[in-house]
């Protein structure tokens, strides 16, 4: 008798299994409709007619699928092939410029100067920190000439 008494003091009570059982079917169902959502993610979206316009551009250089011609902005919606060039050389020389500033940035950053001095008092160009610092140290008249 006395070990029948034990074992049903060391159960469990039934709410607490109770309870147990529907936190893992909550648990089991938000799993279940996590992935759901992730699946429908995947699933394929209903494409829209293009224009004709747009499809003009599809075979130039950088037009990769799935996207082809990308043009979120419409900037040659109307299909001009002489507008697609220039804003394709604009954006080639910007993209130069911007490698040559970061490889000036580094130059600077490791330690290379231009010989001389900066201006007639005789401030040298290594005197000058690297970044924004440098527009303290600048002269004015070589600010008004970064203008």
Same mark, same amino acid.
């Given at each position: ?66 996207? &082809? ?31 040559? &500033? ?8 490791? &330690? ?36």
């Amino acid at each position: 008798k006395a070990f029948d008494l034990d074992l049903k003091a060391s159960s469990p009570p039934r709410f607490a299994l109770t309870i147990f059982l529907r936190s893992i079917l909550k648990m089991k169902s938000a799993i279940f409709a996590s992935l759901l959502a992730a699946a429908s993610a995947f699933a394929p979206a209903s494409q829209k007619a293009s224009s004709t316009a747009l499809k003009a551009f599809d075979d130039e250089l950088g037009a990769q699928p799935p996207l &082809g011609f990308f043009d979120p902005l419409g900037l040659v919606a109307d299909g001009d092939q002489e507008k697609f060039d220039r804003l394709r050389y604009v954006e080639l020389k910007h993209g130069r410029i911007c490698m040559l &500033g970061v490889v000036g940035y580094l130059v600077q950053e490791s &330690g290379t100067r231009l010989p001389g001095t900066i201006d007639l008092a005789g401030t040298k160009f290594t005197d000058i920190p690297n970044g924004f610092a440098a527009f303290k140290a600048i002269p004015a008249g070589g600010l008004v000439q970064l203008l």
